[in-house]
């Protein structure tokens, strides 16, 4: 008998949530070899995980806090990979968005808040919108792989900063750190109370709800929809392929850039190197998880989060937080291998004979 | 600026930039077949730690470096299944690996941050060689593993363009459906090249932690294996070009610490952008002149699907 | 010649879901001979071929070489029997030299390659057939006659001995025909079998020995060079079928709305695929293409969609230029094309039958308001489009790869149809399609033609041709070989121009 796997033509919906639920599960359960094999309790330390992120008030503020700029790169990525367009430069994007809008109180400290604020913005859209652009100009131009001019301009971005806070940007009285001078508090997204959660989490929700609107009903996310299924198709139809992989390019980055700003505005307060702990290349865990749709994509930010803050509230037991990071690689790749059972079926033949055609 | 100063510069490139070149090697390798292993960062990291581990532990770094090969070998096979039997995204594959080598190597290198270990690489010069003028100390005085890179580089070239399995290794990134026709299993050979792929990549890490620190530090790589795809590209996919390009970002490395310690005006910061600057400039120039026709392997990316033929 | 059969294909049955491709075919093949093969398409010729090249196996039947019988399993086995085939579409690796590409051909052998021994080897194989190429050349540098060289020498670097071309002037230029019949004549004369498959008649007649003729999967004739008689040859292969008359309406007066002049553009080959095509067309007319499908069909259909550049020639519609319109502006015009390929260019295969229906007038005001999109117009069209031409589907919010080939069509047509175009051209309407999937076609087509719809209709089939069109063309390497009232058409006429034989008076070039 041979198991053969054949391009199913059924495309179930039940199958798409199903498959990344028990893709989780999977995860969790090879994570947790790893614990046991190391002595620990896979059980115990799951537990400590949840109730470290979900069981305190601190807790909650933190895992939101962290779920922000997921969701929100995820759903700048989404936006991109959604078309087909390989956008890996959230993280660079993001950090250019940050610096953008750093320079605005830096340049206008005095400005007041309701300027302030949207000004910021719309510099970090602005900003990790051309840094996006600038690779999908690389793309139609000359045909060259978004993958890689991405990848690149993460690490220029990053250093970017860098340069800037080490240099021109340095805080003259941060006793020569590498940050810049702490923002006005007209630059300062509020926050709920004491906690650390800040407005940003009404922009992700907004945001979300906008672009799940634009994918399902808008002309623009049809016309993305045809070019990431089927180019050829987009061409017989008179779609401007060119101009959807710029706008694309720039609305992706200019959501990212926006992320950025978020965080520099809401939780840090200033631009200092490493701004980000990799969400980025993390989001594009959340956006594939989510299959792209922006609902999800917040729901899986949200799920993230807890690994990731669970993951630092076990350190207490001695596991290391490294073990958050373990998961969330696993649920990706356990998606990314499982992926197959939603596009192929496993089809068991007893034919001896090869089939030709 | 002295001699010493110059010899000690170009020394340093070649030891920063080994590490990158094994990575490198190793990616090229797998891509040639037609697969992009996006995890070679994370490969590197469990070479790193394991093969830390396994040195400290029995005080011999060779075992050490047999381990981080089987390392990065075994999370590559994990690549292998994911992108050639299941078929699945190989970007999204290979940032799954890498964020799951991360937090892998983290956990398991936990109790051996700090550590030094008793037996690591040191240099070892090659006498006779050693004393030609310049070259000498840069070239012939390094540890045994930068001398087990010549090599390697030498062999890769060698066996890419001199011997036939070397030409089925082109083809199967240019054109597996050609390979296949003439009756090779496809599936199988880029099963094993992209675990020589991975298992270079630990080696890659296994000198940063036996050879370069040496030392287990979380998140050593501190990048390196992401540098190390760039090189792929930036080499064309010929292994003495990627010797000249680790080198050329070992360089840069090296020259950001040297230059710290004299003063120079150019930021540090600005310096290490090159390397990924020139990569997409080099990208763009070979499409331009080739006229929209890519030096890449054909078919990398694309997984192989006997029924579409 | 041989008393042996270098090679003995007996009763060979190859049968598809739905078809018989080859039905008791019997085939010998002799050293030094070149056997022609000659068919229209779905003639099985190619079918047979890919048999004896080991890309299928035969249902039924048996294959002999030399006298010995054996099982062909795959392409590497055939080629370790002497068998090789050369392809319409190169399987070359365009980045690598021509000794490279040569060297893959073999599996076992030395661990090293050595690219002299090959450059040596293939220099004299060059020399001794003719075929002269620059072994060190990179592939992607050579012109498209140069690169069939190379496929040939692969196969005489093997010590192939059985020889099969599959369409091989389809590509060339003339001089490079001339050159390729020059060499396969030297390469039968020093022992080769050469099989050369074709739908053109002169070629045939000039170079075969052996001329077996295949028609609807069965061998209709095979004769000698010395038996040659055109008119046998096109009845073999078209038959001698009467073409049912049907009522057809008087030739109008009317002015053409389309009027293609002297369009020349190249395949993707890169080389000529139409040939300074002229012909005109009339609204409410059905102007049918006949021909073997790769002579230019496809590449007139994507010049008059906007999808192919032309490198000269004008098409007016209602008067205006449209060569190098957009291919949106074209849809605004009204012309629609219909293409061959369903699933790869008229319908986006995931996505549901609401999103196709609007595939080419999202824009609109129909389905459009502003920014977004007036889903509720959509599907009311998607229902009305199902009802009334009956398309049968799971729901119209599967995606539409799960649709059968007739309800895709169906759907396909029911959407141009239902943009009230101007123009139409489509393509082989009714491949794949069952009976009463035909006759649903079928009478759309005249439907829209009581429109006033202009238009072309591309196909295989005579008999359909003569159904529906009003006039016919003979397409053939890229130009109307002769065109006339369907009224006058008649096998014969038709299946020489088809073969590309042109009658001095009668037919208009």
């Not at chain 2, 299944?81 to 398991?108: E, I, M, P």
């Not at chain 3, 096109?234 to 038959?239: A, D, F, P, Q």
């Not at chain 3, 057809?248 to 080959?269: G, H, Q």
């Amino acid at each position: 008998m041979k198991i053969r796997l054949e391009k199913s033509l059924a495309q179930n919906k039940t199958s798409q949530i199903v498959v990344p639920v028990v893709a989780v599960f999977l995860a969790l359960l090879f994570c947790g070899v790893f614990l046991a094999v190391t002595g620990r309790d896979p059980f115990e330390v799951y537990q400590a995980m949840f109730a470290g992120a979900l069981g305190s008030e601190y807790g909650i503020s933190e895992t939101i806090v962290k779920m922000i700029p997921l969701a929100l790169c995820g759903l700048g990525i989404a936006v991109a990979f959604r078309m087909q367009i390989w956008n890996i430069g959230a993280e660079g994007q993001f950090y250019m968005g940050a610096c953008w809008a750093t320079w605005v109180p830096l340049t206008f400290p005095n400005l007041p808040f309701l300027v302030m604020l949207p000004f910021m913005i719309f510099m970090a859209a602005l900003g990790g919108g051309l840094w996006g652009l600038l690779a999908g100009w690389f793309k139609t131009k000359w045909q060259v792989s978004e993958t890689i001019t991405t990848l690149m301009m993460n690490y220029i971005a990053i250093l970017w900063v860098s340069y800037l806070v080490y240099g021109s940007w340095r805080d003259p009285k941060g006793l020569n750190f590498p940050l810049t001078a702490p923002f006005p508090d007209a630059a300062l997204i509020p926050t709920f109370g004491a906690l650390r959660v800040h407005y940003g989490i009404f922009a992700v929700l907004l945001l979300a709800v906008i672009f799940w609107l634009f994918f399902k009903g808008s002309k623009w996310g049809y016309e993305t929809l045809v070019i990431g299924s089927n180019p050829v198709a987009a061409r017989y139809a008179g779609i401007d392929i060119r101009k959807n992989v710029l706008l694309v390019m720039f609305i992706s980055g200019a959501i990212s850039g926006f992320a950025g700003m978020v965080e520099v505005s809401g939780i840090v307060g200033r631009l200092q190197p490493g701004i980000s702990p990799g969400y980025g290349y993390t989001a594009i865990s959340v956006a594939w998880l989510a299959r792209l749709h922006p609902i999800a994509i917040v729901i899986v930010a949200f799920l993230f989060a807890i690994i990731h803050v669970g993951g630092f509230m076990i350190q207490t037991m001695g596991i290391p937080s490294a073990a958050a990071t373990m998961l969330q690689g696993a649920i990706l790749f356990f998606v990314v291998g499982s992926e197959i059972l939603t596009q192929y079926e496993i089809k068991f033949s007893n034919k001896e004979e090869v089939q030709d055609e | 600026m002295s001699e010493t100063l110059i010899i000690s510069i170009l020394a340093a490139s070649i030891t920063a930039g080994t590490p990158i070149l094994f990575a490198a090697l190793g990616e090229l390798i797998a891509e040639r077949s037609g697969i992009m292993n996006l995890g070679v960062d994370g490969m590197m990291l469990v070479g790193a730690v394991t093969g830390f581990m396994i040195t400290v532990n029995t005080g011999n770094p060779w075992l050490g470096v047999g381990t981080a090969l089987v390392a990065g070998g075994l999370l590559a096979l994990i690549h292998a299944y994911l992108t050639v039997t299941l078929r699945a995204n190989q970007v999204v594959s290979g940032l799954a690996l890498t964020l799951f080598g991360s937090g892998l190597s983290d956990y398991l290198g936990k109790a051996y941050v700090g550590m030094r270990a008793e037996h690591t690489f040191g240099k070892l010069a090659i006498p006779g060689l050693s004393d030609l003028p310049i070259i000498g100390p840069v070239v012939f005085k390094q540890d045994v593993l930068v001398y087990i890179s010549y090599v390697l580089v030498a062999a890769t070239a060698f066996y890419l363009y001199k011997t036939r399995a070397g030409l089925f290794l082109r083809a199967l990134g240019e054109n597996p459906a050609a390979v296949d026709s003439v009756g090779v299993n496809v599936f199988r050979l880029r099963y094993v090249y992209i675990i020589i792929g991975g298992a270079l990549a630990g080696l890659g890490g296994a000198y940063l932690s036996l050879a370069y620190a040496p030392c287990w530090l979380e998140n050593m790589t501190a990048g390196r294996g992401w540098i190390a795809v760039a090189l792929v590209i930036f080499a064309i996919w010929d292994p003495w070009r990627a010797l000249a390009g680790s080198y050329l970002f070992g360089g840069v490395d090296a020259l950001g610490f040297h230059l710290q310690v004299i003063g120079l005006p150019v930021s540090i910061f600005i310096l290490n952008m090159l390397p990924y600057i020139f990569t997409i400039l080099v990208l763009i120039l070979v499409l331009i002149r080739k006229g929209g026709r890519l030096a890449s392997p054909q078919a990398l990316g694309v997984p192989y699907d006997r029924e579409e033929r | 010649m041989e008393v042996t059969p270098l090679i003995r294909m007996r009763n060979i049955v190859k049968k598809f879901p739905g078809v018989v491709a080859n039905d008791q075919v019997n085939l010998d093949l002799y050293a030094g001979q070149i056997h022609a093969l000659l068919g229209e398409n779905g003639s099985g010729k190619s079918t047979l071929m890919s048999i004896l090249s080991g890309l299928y196996r035969p249902t039924e039947g048996t294959i002999e070489i030399q006298g010995e019988e054996k099982r062909i399993n795959s392409p590497s086995d055939a080629l370790a029997n002497g068998i090789g085939m050369v392809h319409q579409h190169f399987k070359l690796i365009e980045s690598f030299t021509v000794a490279e590409n040569i060297a893959l051909s073999q599996t076992s052998g030395s661990v090293l390659i050595s690219e002299e021994e090959i450059v040596e080897e293939i220099t004299r194989l060059g020399e001794k057939y003719g075929l002269l190429v620059d072994p060190r050349a990179y592939v992607w540098q050579l012109s498209v006659g140069e690169k069939q060289r190379v496929e040939i020498l692969r196969m005489l670097y093997n010590d192939s001995k059985v020889l099969i071309l599959d369409e091989p002037t389809a590509v060339l230029t003339p001089q490079e025909t001339r050159e390729l019949f020059s060499n396969l004549r030297n390469m039968a004369d020093n022992g080769c079998a050469v099989v050369f498959i074709s739908h053109k008649l002169n070629e045939v007649e000039e170079l075969a020995d052996q001329i077996t003729v295949l028609r609807n999967g069965r061998v209709t004739g095979s004769i000698g060079r010395s038996e040659i008689n055109q008119t046998r040859l096109i009845e073999m292969m078209i038959g001698r079928d009467i073409i049912t008359a049907y009522e057809k309406s008087e030739p109008s007066d009317k002015e053409p709305v389309l009027v293609i002049d002297n369009i020349s553009a190249l395949n993707d080959m890169n080389t000529l695929g139409l040939d300074g095509i002229t012909f005109k067309v009339r609204a409410g007319e059905i102007y049918g293409i006949a021909g073997v499908s790769g002579n230019g069909q496809r590449e007139l259909a994507e010049v008059l969609a906007g999808l192919r550049h032309t490198l000269s020639g004008s098409v007016k519609f209602y008067g205006e230029e449209v060569v190098g319109l957009s291919p949106k502006e074209i849809i605004g015009r009204g012309i629609s094309y219909v293409p061959e390929d369903r699933l790869v260019m008229g319908l986006v295969p995931k996505l549901n039958s609401c999103d196709n229906v609007i595939l080419k007038e999202y824009n609109s005001e129909k389905f459009s308001k502003g920014h977004f999109l007036k889903r509720d117009a959509a599907i009311a069209e998607t229902q009305r489009i199902v009802r009334e031409f009956d398309v049968k589907m799971g729901s119209i919010f599967q995606p539409v790869k799960m649709m059968s080939g007739g309800n895709l069509q169906k759907l396909l047509l029911g959407r141009e149809i239902a943009s009230k175009p101007k123009l139409m051209i489509v393509l082989y309407p009714v491949r794949g399609l069952d009976i009463g999937a035909i006759e649903s076609v079928h009478k759309l087509l005249l439907q829209m033609k009581e429109n006033n719809t202009a238009i072309i209709l591309v196909s295989e089939e005579l008999e359909e041709i003569a159904k529906l069109a009003d006039r016919v063309g003979v397409i053939f390497s890229g130009k109307i070989l002769g065109e006339f009232p369907v009224k006058e058409m008649d096998t014969e006429k038709i299946g020489a121009l088809m073969a590309g034989i042109v009658e001095n008076g009668g037919a208009k070039a």
